[in-house]
């Protein structure tokens, strides 16, 4: 009992900490410190990104992970999508993809244009910073191209069914 009172203090008590700002106008920069940091040894240490100010956007999608593949009838036929290159959001991807599905007639018309159906749609999890891609109706999803969006989505190279 005395071991697990002694962990909870030292994982309590007040650590020491320091901040850094770097600064660059720049999208790619290596920051040296003169005089180099002076840690401890014998200690542990833990870094963490506080806050980011940027005011250039980074295309989260270009031509290497901009295609997104899908067969609405259970593998018979598939459609291809690409995403022009800039920095989305998941909704904004998913968004897109539902236009191009609209385009192709992928896709049940409600009354309210507001509410078509659709039966592939990624929203996220803001829990767990994750992706989730629903299917329904035999759609699929091919993650297998190289240059699919499961590299954005953290998807393995499948296809996926309902």
Do not use: C
Not at 19 to 41: C, G, H, M, V, W
Not at 95 to 118: E, F, L, P, V
């Amino acid at each position: 009992m005395e071991d697990i009172l002694k962990k909870i203090e030292e994982n309590t008590a007040p650590k020491d900490s320091f901040q850094i700002t770097i600064s660059n106008n720049k999208t790619d920069f290596i920051t040296r410190f003169n005089p180099p940091l002076q840690l401890k040894k014998g200690k542990q240490y833990e870094m963490a990104l506080l806050n980011l100010e940027t005011y250039y956007s980074f295309p989260n999608i270009d031509s290497t992970k901009n295609n997104f593949k899908y067969s609405p009838d259970g593998g018979s036929n598939w459609f291809t999508v690409t995403i022009p290159e800039s920095t989305y959001e998941i909704r904004d991807i998913d968004a897109a993809i539902k236009q191009q599905m609209k385009t192709n007639g992928h896709y049940d018309s409600q009354n309210d244009r507001q509410n078509d159906k659709y039966y592939v749609s990624f929203t996220a999890n803001s829990s767990t910073l994750k992706t989730i891609l629903t299917l329904d109706n035999n759609y699929q999803v091919d993650f297998t191209l190289n240059n699919s969006l499961r590299h954005l989505f953290g998807f393995n190279s499948a296809i996926y069914t309902e």
